[in-house]
């Protein structure tokens, strides 16, 4: 069982930067599909981006697209999501996600198989 801890969250005003960190308890992050996803309240879970297990392909939606940028580094277990030029729209809790089934980037919940508790960004206005 993959545990995933998200980290870096917070308040910051529109226009700002955060990054978030999903740390993974084995040394096997490196097997997995890797995603971020957020979910504000009263809607349903919603996509932000996906990263292969080499890093070397990456997909985002079209929401987030230029703004922000999701990356890993296997070697420290750990998964990372760059906001830029944040919205109040982008406000959500943001979870980290593990994929160890598919060869191709998925951008369905259902697809993943492990989760993170999720990190609170808020951006104001």
């Known amino acids: 069982q993959e545990q995933l801890v998200e980290s870096g969250g917070g308040l910051v005003q529109a226009g700002g930067s955060l990054r978030l960190s999903c740390a993974a308890s084995?040394?096997?992050?490196?097997?997995?599909?890797m995603g971020w996803f957020r979910q504000a309240p009263g809607k349903e879970r919603e996509f932000v981006a996906a990263i292969s297990r080499s890093g070397g392909n990456t997909y985002y939606a079209d929401s987030v697209k230029g703004r922000f940028t999701i990356s890993r580094d296997n070697a420290k277990n750990t998964l990372y999501l760059q906001m830029n030029s944040l919205k109040p729209e982008d406000t959500a809790v943001y979870f980290c996600?593990?994929?160890?089934?598919?060869?191709?980037?998925?951008?369905?919940?259902?697809?993943?198989?492990?989760w993170g508790q999720g990190t609170q960004v808020t951006v104001s206005s």
């Open positions: 996600a593990a994929d160890p089934s598919h060869y191709y980037l998925e951008i369905i919940p259902n697809d993943y198989d492990y």
């Open positions: 084995s040394r096997t992050m490196a097997n997995y599909n």
